[in-house]
């Protein structure tokens, strides 16, 4: 499928439904190293910038701790919009904690993180970290929702962003020479995604087209609002088995035999 130039990998906004991506992450890992290792440009908005960031940075047990979060959030009345809950220092803390100390060296020119500028609401890509803490800024303003994760929006190198998904779902760059390899948790025209039926009507979100059913729409509510913390382990494992249907569809296996 890919004969020349490796691909890029695209991770959608996703809130907690990342842990499906986290499943694909974690099967191309399993079965096809390659792919994440020789990807030039990994790409990420919102909270699929997390899932960019573990890739490239080898950052570890982030679905465990998402996990762990959305099991807290079930205690509290209003879940993540309970005074009592902060995402943001959630977010924050586990970067932190998880991130490399040489997280910009490993990030620098590769990890692409989408956000929102807020003085003229345009896209804008950072790709260019000289600090761990320029790593961590940037994740943190691609996956700020205002009112969701607080009023003050963080700031990278002086300028406040918001989250990236809200001009960019789905990161692409247009000028990439090479294919880039999408990843969502919500089905549609993406090239790993959950395997829904067809569906008449489709809907767009911030430059993607995403089908108008049933699924989705409860895929969307548990992204910002976990109801079972059985939906987020579901999705992580059906995100693994839905890369292990596009490697055996793409044959990617027979790939890796020749090129080795």
Known sequence: MYEDVPPSISFSGSGFMATYQL?????L????????????????????????????????????????FAKQMKAFT?????????????????????LPSNAHQLANGRLLVAMTRMTDGKN???????SKEDVIQALLCSCFVPGYCGMQPPSFKGVHYADGGFTSMQPI?????????????????????PRDAASKLDMV????????NMANGLRIINALY???LETLEQAYHSGYKDAIHFLQNSGQSATF???H
Not at 29 to 57: D, R
Not at 124 to 130: D, K, L, N, P, T
Not at 174 to 193: A, Y
Request: glycine fraction near 6%.
């Open 257 to 259: 035999i020749c090129r």
């Open 78 to 98: 209003f879940g993540p919009l309970n005074p009592s809950i902060n995402v943001f220092h959630w977010l924050e803390g586990i970067l932190r904690k998880y």
């Open 226 to 228: 976990p109801m079972a």
């Open 23 to 27: 499943g694909v992450a974690q099967c």
């Open 173 to 193: 760059l247009t000028n990439l020479c090479s294919h880039t390899l999408t990843v969502c948790p919500f089905s549609g025209e993406i090239d790993i995604c």
């Open 124 to 130: 804008a890509i950072m790709s260019e970290f000289q």
């Open 29 to 68: 890992q399993n079965h096809a190293p390659w792919i994440l290792h020789a990807a030039p440009f990994v790409l990420g908005a919102s909270a699929g910038s997390l899932v960019a960031a573990a890739v490239v940075c080898d950052m570890s047990l982030i679905r465990d701790e998402m996990l762990y």
């Open 205 to 212: 979100v911030s430059g993607m087209a995403l089908k108008a």
